[in-house]
């Protein structure tokens, strides 16, 4: 019972997880800028989930206002900082790095606009379910009716992704422009505006990420700052090129912290996810799923 | 009715890879552009494409100027770029790397005909449509891009050295199809190589570029039979 029930408390982080590796693997692989302003853009979406919360107390409208909201922020992003700094900076090293920089200067401005706007003090929100434990004969088990709500957003998620990309002539623009961005502006696509789009999917699976990892922490204007980190943990086991990837990468961190968490140590936990980060970036830098190209669904 | 090149010049850096170019192709016209490495054949072509910024120069296509457009604008008014090596998107599948050409059509019905036509005219790729691109031979790869431009239904087609790293056999039927092809649709085509005898076997007219600048323009039978041409330039 304690092996499985971990497995499920694993499978929750790990759903979160990957929701946030998504949405990086969607930004670097459409631009290639490793975006660190995504845990900016989800607090500033989560605090706008909050705000309807508040108002409101419904956290069904809270989710939706939220994922609207990041990806708008997602697009304006790229509109109005990176599509301008690719113009102005063509090549050299400044080209590679000016994006990265600039996105970890907007990751403090956004903290702090939104520290400004609601102030830097913990504030929580409750879940939309309870988040006691399920409760089998006398055994009460740490994962929770609102975990598996977790579990099934964050699947859905992924689900309208997938369909999305592998369905859709939107989604095939977004591969062709991410892949080969110059044949695909060859074959009449609007590279640009497919590249903003991606900006925006990935802001709004970073949103979701932030408004369902909020009812287990607190919510601060840095609150999200170790989901970034785990994220991209996820995203590196998955070979950063593959949406797939990211989902299973995820969930593997997620349920190997759960049971380093549970059966090694609390204390250990966390810094393993940076030993596992430097393990496969040393011994399978493709990630688990890598081929030689890496690139994939 | 024709596609005007005048004083086009376009710099790398440093270098100036076209020294104001001036050449004209007219409406329905094969034109094959000869020059050995260097000669700044491909830069050309990506500049009529949109990929490079020229500075200085014009370039009009039904008497409109096609320079300072971006190259997905250029493919919305029918001038198609199948550039040289990896022309098709190996991440995707063959019908993946073929739909792309139809998708920003709005005429749905017309890019399934067209579809169909390409399959007809390439059967192979017919039989591998859902193997991804990766898996196809080098003379496979150019037929499919050669085909999704074709699905874009084009008037103007540049086509970037497409006998490049291809056997003989191979090179001869791609060339013969081109033939039929702008035949049958009625294209106009600015065809870059460095193969000369074979595009100027099926070339109306022949241009010869060096370091950038002109060297000759003239009927490709012409070009074909002068022997100071074929010493220094065409390399047979």
Request: proline share 4%; glycine share 10%; charged share 15%.
């Amino acid at each position: 019972m304690r092996l499985f029930s971990t497995l499920l408390i694993g499978l929750s982080s790990g759903a979160i997880y990957s929701l946030m590796a998504l949405a990086l693997v969607l930004v670097w692989r459409s631009t290639r800028v490793v975006n660190f302003a995504q845990a900016g853009q989800a607090i500033a979406s989560t605090y706008i989930g909050y705000l309807v919360i508040s108002r409101t107390d419904n956290y069904w409208l809270a989710l939706p206002v939220a994922l609207v909201a990041g990806a708008l922020i997602g697009a304006l992003v790229d509109v109005a900082l990176i599509r301008t700094l690719n113009k102005r900076v063509k090549s050299g090293p400044a080209a590679e790095m000016a994006p990265v920089i600039v996105t970890l200067g907007l990751l403090g401005l956004i903290r702090s606009t939104v520290g400004m706007i609601w102030g830097g003090d913990l504030k929580a929100y409750k879940a939309p379910v309870t988040n006691h434990g399920f409760t089998f004969g006398t055994t009460t088990i740490p994962f929770s009716p609102y975990n598996l709500l977790i579990v099934i957003t964050a699947v859905i998620v992924m689900a309208v992704f997938s369909i999305i990309f592998q369905k859709t002539n939107l989604g095939l623009s977004l591969r062709a422009a991410a892949f080969q961005p110059e044949i695909a502006r060859l074959a009449g696509v609007r590279v640009d505006l497919v590249r903003t789009i991606g900006w925006a999917f990935a802001g709004g699976a970073g949103a979701v990420a932030g408004v369902l990892v909020t009812p287990s922490n607190s919510l601060s204007p840095n609150s999200l700052d170790l989901l970034l980190v785990l994220g991209f943990v996820g995203a590196v086991i998955g070979g950063l090129e593959s949406l797939l990837g990211a989902a299973i990468g995820g969930v593997v961190l997620g349920i190997g912290l759960a049971f380093i968490l549970e059966y090694v140590s609390t204390s250990l936990a966390f810094p393993s996810a940076f030993i596992v980060l430097i393990l496969v970036l040393l011994i399978k830098p493709s990630g688990i799923l890598g081929k030689k190209g890496g690139r994939g669904a | 009715m024709s596609l005007i090149i005048e004083n086009l010049t376009v710099r790398h850096g440093a270098i100036t890879a076209i020294d104001s170019l001036s050449f004209r192709v007219n409406e329905r016209e094969l034109a094959a552009v000869i020059g050995a490495n260097g000669a700044g054949k491909t830069t050309l072509l990506r500049t009529l494409s949109g990929l490079n910024e020229p500075i200085g120069g014009s370039v009009t296509w039904h008497g409109e100027s096609i320079l300072h457009t971006k190259p997905e604008d250029l493919v919305r008014r029918g001038i198609l770029h199948v550039s040289d090596g990896k022309t098709v998107i190996p991440e995707l599948s063959v019908k993946e790397n073929l739909a792309l050409g139809g998708l920003w059509r709005k005429d749905k019905k017309d890019v399934v005909v067209a579809t169909d036509e390409v399959i007809d005219l390439f059967p192979r790729l017919g039989e591998r449509l859902t193997q991804s691109a990766d898996t196809l031979s080098g003379g496979e790869r150019q037929m499919l891009a050669i085909g999704r431009a074709l699905i874009s239904r084009p008037k103007l087609l540049l086509l970037d050295e497409p006998s490049l790293g291809l056997a003989p056999l191979i090179i001869d039927q791609i060339f013969q199809t081109l033939d039929s092809l702008r035949h049958k649709l009625g294209l106009t085509v600015v065809l870059v190589e460095q193969n000369a005898m074979s595009a100027l076997g099926i070339a109306d007219t022949g241009i010869i570029i060096n370091l950038g600048k002109l060297v000759t323009v003239g009927k490709s039978n012409d070009l074909k039979s002068d022997p100071n041409l074929r010493a220094a330039y065409l390399g047979y």
